[in-house]
């Protein structure tokens, strides 16, 4: 099973709205990720967790806050976000056991709308 | 051929040729390279990767080539098929024992019949 399962698929927010983006992956993997991905552009790294602690911030805005209650399960919430938000939201995972471990396996996305 | 503009570079290939897609990286440091392959409406797919102590690696129809000199990867696919029209991403591991992977614009290939 190389699967990593996003939910919601799509979701449409306003921008006083609260949500949460739910990662889950079943492989093992130690380390987990958020990417940010706007049309026609490359995915750009937000957090990464390895075993469950988080090891990498990318300057995100506090409005997106991560959260990893366990080593299969990744979570983003979301909390008075801006039109300029909106994007495909991909979460993926890695074994995190050095350099050559660190492939990583990514979700379909959740298709995000801030209205 | 290879169109870049404003937007998404496009490479255009008939089906049955061999295709190649180039990337440059930006930091000499680098130490891994990996390209992905995104199609509409899926997340990026591992292709192949290349530690930067080789300067090529071959997989099934793929092969990388690492150029260090001038910080240019290309991604060759052989005997291009339909099933391989997508968003191809070259990606730089920028540290923190790969956890940190920066990706490139990416170039889109349209196979045609």
């Known amino acids: 099973d190389t699967e990593v399962t996003q939910t919601p698929k799509h979701l449409v927010m306003g921008m006083t709205n609260k949500k949460s983006l739910k990662c889950e992956q079943h492989?093992?993997?130690?380390?987990m990720y958020w990417y940010k991905q706007k049309a026609k552009k490359p995915p750009e790294l937000m957090f990464v967790?390895?075993?469950?602690?988080?090891?990498i911030n990318e300057s995100v805005p506090s409005r997106f806050s991560p959260e990893c209650p366990n080593s299969s399960l990744l979570n983003l919430h979301l909390h008075a976000l801006q039109p300029e938000d909106s994007a495909l939201y991909l979460c993926?995972?890695?074994?995190?056991?050095?350099?050559?471990?660190?492939?990583?396996?990514f979700g379909a996305g959740t298709r995000l709308s801030v209205l | 051929g290879e169109s870049v503009g404003l937007h998404l570079p496009t490479l255009s290939v008939q089906e049955g040729d061999n295709s190649i897609i180039n990337c440059a990286y930006s930091?000499?440091?680098?130490?891994?390279f990996i390209w992905y392959k995104q199609e509409s409406g899926k997340g990026p797919q591992f292709i192949i990767d290349?530690?930067?102590?080789?300067d090529k690696r071959q997989g099934q129809r793929v092969t990388v080539l690492l150029n260090k000199t001038v910080k240019h990867l290309s991604l060759q696919i052989a005997a291009t098929q339909p099933g391989d029209s997508a968003v191809y991403f070259c990606?730089?591991?920028?540290?923190?024992?790969?956890?940190?992977?920066?990706f490139g614009p990416g170039t889109r290939l349209s196979v045609l019949p």
């Open positions: 967790y390895s075993y469950e602690k988080l090891s």
């Open positions: 993926a995972s890695s074994q995190d056991g050095g350099l050559a471990k660190n492939i990583q396996y």
């Open positions: 930091n000499s440091a680098s130490d891994y």
């Open positions: 990606a730089e591991n920028m540290g923190n024992y790969g956890q940190n992977f920066v």
């Open positions: 290349i530690r930067s102590n080789m």
């Open positions: 492989m093992g993997h130690r380390a």
